[in-house]
Every structure is written in structure tokens, then in C-alpha cells.
């Protein structure tokens, strides 16, 4: 049995107050990730084009409140 299908194992074995807490767990984890790409992104200028894209729509009247 491999590592990963041990551990999927041991996730579906756990109580639900446990399972919860390592959902959670886990969910801020991927974020924290997704938070740090977005970040290096940006500091990188890869998304400066968003910026130019509003700031055009801004001056056109086009820009939407959200």
C-alpha cells in the first residue's frame, strides 16, 4: 500500500470533530499557498495588466462597483 493511500485511510478512520479540524487544517494551507503565487505574481509584474485593464476602464466610465 502506498503512502498516500495509508494516510487517505487513516483521514477516512478519523472521528468527525477530527476530520474538521483537518479539513480546516489543510484548507488554510492551500490558501496560505495560493496567497504567496499571487503575491510573488504581482512583485514579479505579472499582473500589472489587470491594473492597466481598470484604470483604462475607469477613464472610459466603464468601471462597475462591486
Known amino acids: 500500500m502506498s503512502r498516500i493511500a495509508k494516510i487517505q485511510q487513516e483521514i477516512l478512520a478519523l472521528p468527525e470533530a477530527d476530520y474538521r479540524q483537518l479539513r480546516q487544517w489543510f484548507s ?5 499557498k495560493w496567497d504567496r503565487e499571487i503575491e510573488a505574481g504581482s512583485d514579479a509584474g505579472k499582473l500589472d495588466f489587470l491594473m492597466a485593464e481598470a484604470l483604462e476602464e ?3 466610465g466603464t468601471l462597475k462597483d462591486l
Open 28 to 32: 488554510e494551507l492551500d490558501w496560505g
Open 58 to 60: 475607469k477613464e472610459k
